[in-house]
Nanobody, 121 residues
Framework: QVQLVESGGGLVQAGGSLRLSCAAS????????MGWFRQSPGKEREFIAA????????LYTDSVKGRFTISRDYAKNTVNLQMNSLKPEDTAVYYC??????????????WGQGTQVTVSS
C-alpha cells in the first residue's frame, strides 16, 4: 500500500505563488507515476500534471502550462507542484495520486487526502 500526504495549501492573492508537496510512504516498481489533480465544488476532479519516478518525464494540462511545474525528489519520495501566477479559478482542493500509467483520467491507484488552495482576487 502507498500512503500519500499532501501539504502546502493555503490562501494566496491572485498573481502569487504556492508550493504543494506530496510525501509518499513508499515507491514501488509498478506505481511509477505521480499525479496532481484538483476539484472545486460542482466540478469533476481535474488532471493537472504528472511525473514518472524513473525518468522524470512530465505531462501537463493546457490550463497550467507555463505557470505550474511538477518535480520529484527521488531520495525523499516527494513530489512537488510549484504554482505561480495563481488565478481565482485555481481555487480547489488539490490531490496527489500514484498510479501505473501516465494518464489524464482519475485512473490512479492511490490518493492523498487533499489540501485546500484558495486564491483571492
Amino acid at each position: 500500500q502507498v500512503q500519500l500526504v499532501e501539504s502546502g495549501g493555503g490562501l494566496v492573492q491572485a498573481g502569487g505563488s504556492l508550493r504543494l508537496s506530496c510525501a509518499a510512504s513508499i515507491r514501488t516498481f509498478r506505481n511509477n507515476v505521480m499525479g496532481w489533480f484538483r476539484q472545486s465544488p460542482g466540478k469533476e476532479r481535474e488532471f493537472i500534471a504528472a511525473i514518472t519516478w524513473s525518468t522524470g518525464n512530465t505531462l501537463y494540462t493546457d490550463s497550467v502550462k507555463g505557470r505550474f511545474t511538477i518535480s520529484r525528489d527521488y531520495a525523499k519520495n516527494t513530489v512537488n507542484l510549484q504554482m505561480n501566477s495563481l488565478k481565482p479559478e485555481d481555487t480547489a482542493v488539490y490531490y496527489c495520486a500514484a498510479g501505473v500509467r501516465m494518464v489524464t483520467t482519475t485512473g490512479y491507484e492511490y490518493w492523498g487526502q487533499g489540501t485546500q488552495v484558495t486564491v483571492s482576487s
